[in-house]
């Protein structure tokens, strides 16, 4: 995220210095020209149907009928207030529709929470593949993408065979005497979606860290130690600042699909593990909403967009001030 | 770790700061270094000299703790310095590559090993302060790292070793990135710096120029041994082997035998007189004589050493003209370095005799 940012800064600074320049110009159509295929791509699949979305988020549908008049009820609809109170999760709602806002809310911070476990896990992987490892790494590598092999659909469901009522966890214990009866709150809730999106991006995941790690020069720490820093402090002092930039772009890689993510709590997060994915499909399909549904996927789109912004902006301004500070 | 008193300048018998004693160094089957064995004065320039891949680098990250020797003992101080790590060392190292630390500004990477010291905010800007002013870097504190040229890189290396006041500082090859008017700047530099701060340097580099220019000391390593130890003057005038002997400059070598106390027969040649020390008549040997050593004369010249032959290239340098002669009955031409004088340049093809007083001669064993 951050490199293509930067890359896109440069390139418009390069770009316009000198229209003029005939060898440029050519240059920027061969470049349109290599990129044409994927842009085509992108316009066909990316941007019409965002722009259909859009469109319409601001019509409404009352049983079959499609009314095209322009109108902001749908997104009105998300903040209505109400007297009503609804508690959830020790935060009361006073709003006349309150599942959107609970599962926004919901998702993002059971994605956040995967997001954490992944970077917590992913890491010490890296770290070990791109430190400790010396030979055969190229099978190392190999062996971390092993997962891949599988689908995801088939990796979501052999957590439900882990976890399940009669799953591996639950018989292991009662066979061991631990448990007397199946334990019921493995399956079947917010936890176990978590558990289920950690696992299927943790390897996803190791690879742009191990990049970061493995580029940066061994006599940087050599140096570090050299000057004093014992391992810890070395760690925190160069290699975890220099790693930043490609664990942040791996948090983002995780954070962005996994808010949106469908399949995962549909099979095992049960009534308590619904995420707004399972909302928008079910505006979408069984509610035949299909405006109200576009209107919600796009607030969540905008909120990730808006959290991604901030987030960066506060890591950018955070090492400005440590730069000034130090 | 604490600040010392500079020490002397120069000392004329400097008492050992650093023990080296029988360290080897195998990485697999290969060994890197054979049966170290030297000592290293208190406030001397001593330099590891040697072709890349001699082990000379291996030697420096030896001392620094970065690698661990296979066998041997090494001494610091009067400190063994068997399991203590990098950090905990009296030593600071410039890295080749400088290993400037990308996210830090020029402060922050110079301040580096000062907050492992925990000095107090006031005594670590001061010393940075004086760091900074050492190596002609004021006003650069706040500068990006990215933003500087390799020289200003390299200074900032230095001044963030420097400025841990260790008792050894380790250079390893830190002027080879830096173009040729800027390494000499540089060489200048390091000397006055080192004779001011009076630490003990050791100083790794493959150009012979740069460590005659700088050492008290120079070791010449080859093949994970060291050749030989002396001062610029005792390496290249008294030369212990053959391989020093070409290592060091330019050197002719003729083949001989040893034939009495003060002369060898040099075959075709005839005999030639040169001092000869411990080694036994009938020896074969190499008479080794420096260019410069050696005289042109037109014609056939006086008695004494003297081979005729005739210039077989002349190479005018200004200061300098460099001959080569061939000599009939001699594989290889002689190389002569004659000073520039009022004389003209010898022209190709005229007949010369090469003389040289005994003395220049030095005859060393195979």
């Not at chain 1, 020069?217 to 490609?246: C, H, N, Q, V, Y």
Request: a positive charge; proline letters at 7%; charged letters at 20%.
């Amino acid at each position: 995220m951050v490199e293509v940012a930067d890359t896109a800064v440069r390139a418009g600074l390069s770009g316009p210095r000198h229209p003029a320049d005939p060898a440029r110009r050519r240059e920027a159509r061969a470049g349109y020209g290599l990129m044409s295929p994927a842009l085509l791509l992108m316009v066909a699949v990316l941007a019409l149907p965002l722009a259909a979305l859009i469109v319409l988020s601001f019509w409404t549908q009352s049983g079959f009928t499609l009314d095209r008049t322009f109108t902001l009820a749908n997104y009105w609809r998300l903040i209505a207030p109400s007297d009503r109170e609804v508690e959830w999760m020790g935060l009361t709602f006073r709003l006349a529709y309150p599942v959107p806002a609970i599962l926004i809310i919901k998702s993002l911070v059971m994605s956040l929470t995967a997001t954490v476990a992944v970077i917590l896990l992913a890491y010490p992987m890296a770290y070990f593949l791109a430190f400790r490892v010396h030979r055969n790494k190229a099978a190392w590598i190999i062996l971390l993408t092993v997962p891949f092999w599988t689908s995801y659909l088939l990796r979501v469901f052999s957590w439900k065979v882990v976890l399940g009522y009669n799953g591996a966890i639950n018989s292991g214990l009662m066979s061991l005497g631990i448990i007397d009866a199946p334990l019921e709150f493995l399956l079947y809730n917010p936890a176990a979606v978590t558990i289920t999106l950690a696992h299927s991006w943790v390897s996803f995941i190791v690879l742009p860290i191990y990049v970061s790690l493995e580029k940066i020069d061994r006599s940087m720490l050599e140096a570090a130690s050299d000057l004093g820093d014992s391992k810890w402090k070395r760690f925190r002092r160069i290699t975890l600042p220099l790693s930043m930039p490609g664990t942040i772009s791996a948090a983002l890689l995780v954070f962005i699909p996994t808010v949106g993510d469908y399949v995962t709590p549909e099979l095992v997060g049960g009534p308590g593990g619904t995420m707004i994915g399972s909302l928008v499909q079910q505006l979408f399909t069984k509610q035949n909403n299909a405006p109200l549904g576009a209107a919600v996927s796009l607030v969540m789109m905008l909120i990730i967009g808006a959290m991604v912004l901030i987030f960066l902006t506060l890591i950018g301004y955070w090492r400005m001030r440590a730069r000034r500070a130090a | 770790m604490t600040a010392r008193p500079a020490e002397a300048a120069s000392t004329t018998t400097p008492a050992p700061l650093l023990r080296i004693e029988r360290i080897t160094k195998s990485f697999g089957n290969v060994d890197a270094l054979r049966d170290i064995d030297f000592t290293i004065g208190r406030g001397e320039f001593f330099s590891l000299l040697g072709a890349s891949g001699c082990g000379k680098t291996t030697l420096l990250r030896i001392l620094a703790g970065i690698e661990q020797p296979t066998t041997g003992r090494l001494v610091i101080d009067g400190q063994d310095m068997a399991g203590v790590p990098a950090n905990r060392r009296p030593t600071n190292m410039v890295f080749q590559s400088y290993a400037i630390f990308p996210h830090l500004n020029v402060e922050e990477n110079i301040g580096y090993g000062l907050k492992n010291l925990k000095l107090g905010k006031e005594e670590t800007a001061r010393r940075i302060e004086e760091a900074l002013a050492l190596v002609k870097l004021d006003g650069f504190a706040k500068r990006n790292s990215h933003a500087l040229s390799g020289g200003q890189r390299q200074r900032v290396a230095l001044a963030r070793a420097l400025v841990m006041r260790p008792k050894v500082l380790l250079l390893d090859e830190p002027l080879s990135a830096l173009d040729k008017k800027l390494r000499e700047e540089m060489q200048l530099e390091l000397r006055a710096m080192q004779r001011t701060l009076g630490i003990t340097f050791v100083f790794v580099t493959h150009d012979q120029e740069e460590a005659m220019t700088l050492s008290d000391r120079i070791a010449i390593v080859s093949a994970g041994r060291i050749l030989q130890i002396g001062s610029p003057q005792d390496l290249y005038e008294r030369p212990a082997g053959r391989e020093v002997a070409e290592f060091l400059g330019s050197m002719n070598l003729l083949p001989v035998t040893v034939s009495g106390p003060a002369s060898v027969d040099a075959g075709p040649l005839g005999p030639l007189s040169a001092p000869v020390k411990g080694l036994p008549d009938g020896t074969p040997a190499q008479l080794a004589l420096r260019p410069e050593r050696l005289s042109l004369v037109e014609g056939e010249g006086p008695a004494g050493n003297r081979l005729s032959g005739a210039v077989a290239e002349a190479v005018y340098l200004g200061d300098r003209i460099h001959y080569l002669v061939d000599i009939p009955g001699l594989a290889r031409p002689l190389r002569v370095v004659a000073p520039n004088s009022v004389a003209p340049v010898l022209a190709l093809g005229s007949p010369v005799a090469v003389t040289w007083p005994d003395e220049a001669g030095l005859v060393l064993g195979d």
